[in-house]
């Protein structure tokens, strides 16, 4: 069975490096999974260890039955690649159903917010209007009914006080 040549081995080598590192640093800034770091590693590890120990490659083809190393090789890679598709597929498909109790909740949030407005609007005004005052960016003084007055002092990082106007 013939041998890879050392250009071919460096240069699969050298995609394999290349390529663990760039997913490495992927996975180390949270762009990528765990699982998804071991999946992905596999597409370049599998192949160096054929390039590399051509004997392995020839006694996996023994075992399988296969009289070429690499139908073991694209077998191998292609399996891999159904379980990173099934493992997107059931992703896509949790998205989707969060997707969907999202625009339900915020339907019904809306549906709620136009009902508590149009109450209001029926109803008449027994207190002051909603009053929102800055004096020079400094503080602010918010009265959201006839007895809540909120202030914040923003120089002081106070927590705001609220308590029964007079």
Known sequence: ??????????????????????II???????????????????AIIPSAFAIFPQFANFLAVITGVLFPFVVLFGALLA?????????????HILESDNRLFLQELSLLKQTVEYVDDKKSRAPQTGPP???YVDNKKNRVTQTGPAIVEYVDNKKNQAPQTGPTT
């Open 80 to 92: 891999i690649l159904f379980v990173f598709i099934h493992r997107l597929t059931v992703k896509i």
């Open 130 to 132: 909603i009053v929102e």
């Open 25 to 43: 640093r992927k996975t180390a800034r949270g762009q990528l999974d765990l699982y998804d770091l071991f999946m992905l590693s596999a597409v």
């Open 1 to 22: 069975m013939p041998t890879a040549s050392i250009k071919t081995i460096i240069i699969i080598t050298l995609f394999a490096s290349g390529y663990m590192f760039f």
